[in-house]
Nanobody, 111 residues
Framework: QVQLVESGGGLVQPGGSLRLSCAASGIIFSSAFMGWYRQAPGKERELVASITRGGMPNYADSVKGRFTISRDNAKNTVYLQMSRLKPEDTAVYYC?????WGQGTVVTVSS
């Protein structure tokens, strides 16, 4: 059974940074395509970043140059380093793999 557990969310001021983590179990992590999505209040869930099993990243235009996705296959964990955060980055952030969603972690960017 695939399980994804996110952590690292919180309240941060505009311009600040956070690192989200997603620990995966029940999958062959090194072969898995991993994604981070987010859903802001009243909006649809959207792809933020993804990373192939080979480590190739892909980003939404809105986060390019500010967010970095990475993976540690030894720890079965994917990360999302978020910098220069903006209020519009406020959302619940979800990890996704193999048609399974994590429970989400809340990121709030506010002064």
């Amino acid at each position: 059974q695939v399980q994804l557990v996110e952590s690292g969310g919180g309240l941060v001021q505009p311009g600040g940074s956070l690192r989200l983590s997603c620990a995966a179990s029940g999958i062959i992590f090194s072969s898995a395509f991993m994604g981070w999505y987010r859903q802001a209040p009243g909006k649809e869930r959207e792809l933020v970043a993804s990373i192939t099993r080979g480590g190739m990243p892909n980003y939404a235009d809105s986060v390019k140059g500010r967010f970095t996705i990475s993976r540690d296959n030894a720890k079965n964990t994917v990360y999302l380093q978020m910098s220069r955060l903006k209020p519009e980055d406020t959302a619940v952030y979800y990890c996704y793999a193999q048609q399974v969603w994590g429970q989400g972690t809340v990121v709030t960017v506010s002064s």
